[in-house]
């Protein structure tokens, strides 16, 4: 099968045919330049999902602490990575399939023209031997004609009687003439002839074969390199399946990772006050003819008893005037404060005031009469630590149990801290015994203000660690000790040792309790001042600008080369650096167009929760 045998009459068809395969050849290009868009568009979309849905881990508070929440953000993990297997298939697809089909298409082109272009030559000298030898035939014809006709006229002027004998001489010659002309035109037309049958039995035999063979095996590869891209096509997503699988997989262990039990424990150990809950409602006999007095708690006390009461009870009452699960059996009883002060009886009939912290009421009642406030989101964003100030350093306004845990784990933290500026000092000594043992390598001199600022940092942190570890020490006896002072006969001790601040920590100095407003409505009126207030962010560091900034957008900030701003939040891993004039305005900058100098140990680090 061959097209130059079997299709030799059909060049145009041909020519026709190889354009449709170029162009088929290019649409399929367009299809896999589509494909390989998709592919990006969707690794692209993923990402974004991702970006949108991981959180921004500014602070260690914010780290995902639930199984839960750690395994949502290892399937955003695994989906990161899926996305990135995408883009490797656009890749692919990209190079091995649509480049090398548009390269190839060009080369196609400009073959499919060459070979058509000897095509239409072969044709054309074709049909120049065809009117050469048209040309001889016509022209023997005619130069047969005209001898016929001199022979007509030799043979009548011969047969006339009346003609000269010059003319039929005449006549003879002009015969002769015209025949040899005839003959001359009958060789050259039989040359002719035979020359233009050879040329076309070597065009149809040999050329216009040779040429369609060209074009057929051009077509042929045509066909071969689809079916190669076909395949790349498919194998360009074959290989990343494993590590698709592997992703997939991943979520799965994320999944099975999940622990109900560990989540629940966390929950706990996270909002876990440290307070005991209310005791029993006591009784209250209204039958006899009295004024309200504290109760016993028994049904058959004696008007003579009623005057005598327990530390116990003391403490049970107090605690039970919070009713959790249903109506208070009294509504008309007055609500309780943060701190109830009554008066209770020792067994020797004295009497004194006693104070007794119903933290859970206390809230209660925080939420049933405190006035709604919505707050900024600054005041959210900037945390407790920066809006109470030194007051709430020792976390007092947390409850003892969370109290504890902030607490250790600022201890912690310095120890940590403590560590490297040990190491670092040790360092410096190594260093300053080198210098001084080989004077060439350096001055020890230089190292002793380094060396006196780690001794500071030291000194510092030790006092940090010292006073944090009394807070907390003074945190877990009042935790420890607290059930035994609830129940112990001596109220005294109860009153001088036991002493409970309004929102909720513990403390041995009396003084201490200053520091908390004495009445509930004060209290309500400062914790919504403290949420409402939208006090400017503190300045972490500076930065200076590297290159100009025009800031057209909303909430950018525009600045000059070497303008020199304050640095109020840092880059939280989307490019931008949120910054202030020394006026006040604020926006955020490019982090790329500044550079950014942080302040060690800032007071006015940003703290989030």
Known sequence: MSWGTELWDQFDSLDKHTQWGIDFLERYAKFVKERIEIEQNYAKQLRNLVKKYCPK?????????????????????????????????????????YGELMRY??????????????????????????????????????????????????????????????????????????????DENKNEYAAQLQNFNGEQHKHFYVVIPQIYKQLQEMDERRTVKLSECYRGFADSERKVIPIISKCLEGMILAAKSVDERRDSQMVVDSFKSGFEPPGDF?????????????????????????????AKTTVGKAKGKLWLFGKKPKPQSPPLTPTSLFTSST??????????????????????????????????????????????????????????????????????????????????NKMKDVYEKNPQMGDPGSLQPKLAETMNNI????????????????????????????????INHLVTQGRESPEGSYTDDANQEVRGPPQQHGHHSEFDDEFEDDDPLPAIGHCKAIYPFDGHNEGTLAMKEGEVLYIIEEDKGDGWTRARRQNGEEGYVPTTYIDVTLEKNSKGAVTYI
């Open 57 to 97: 881990r500014s602070s260690k508070d914010e780290e995902p602490r639930f199984t839960s929440c750690i395994a949502f953000f290892n399937i955003l993990n695994e989906l990161n990575d899926y996305a990135g297997q995408r883009e490797v298939v656009a890749e692919e697809m990209a190079h091995r399939v």
């Open 105 to 182: 298409a060009h080369d196609l082109k400009t073959e499919r023209k060459m070979h058509l272009q000897e095509g239409r030559k072969a044709q054309q000298y074709l049909d120049m031997c065809w009117k050469q030898m048209d040309n001889s035939k016509k022209k023997f014809e005619r130069e047969c004609r005209e001898a016929e006709k001199a022979q007509q006229s030799y043979e009548r002027l011969d047969n006339d009687t009346n003609a000269t004998k010059a003319d039929v001489e005449k006549a003879k010659q002009q015969l002769n003439l015209r025949t040899h002309m005839a």
């Open 282 to 310: 006591p009784f209250e006999d209204y039958s006899q003819h009295i004024y309200r007095t504290i109760s016993d708690g028994t049904i058959s006390a004696s008007k003579q008893e009623g005057g005598k009461m327990d």
């Open 347 to 428: 067994p020797n009939g004295s009497q004194f005031l006693t104070f007794s912290i119903e933290p859970v009421h206390y809230c209660m009642n925080e939420i049933k009469t405190g006035k709604p406030r919505i707050p900024s989101f600054r005041s959210l964003k900037r945390g407790w630590s920066v809006k109470m100030g030194p007051a709430l350093e020792d976390f007092s306004h947390l409850p003892p149990e969370q109290r504890r845990k902030k607490l250790q784990q600022r201890i912690d933290e310095l120890n940590r801290e403590l560590q490297k500026e040990s190491d670092q000092k040790e360092a410096l």
């Open 459 to 490: 000194d510092r942190l030790r006092m940090e660690i010292h006073k944090n570890e009394a807070w907390l020490s003074e945190v877990e006896g009042k935790t420890g000790g607290r059930g035994d002072r609830r129940h112990s006969s001596d």
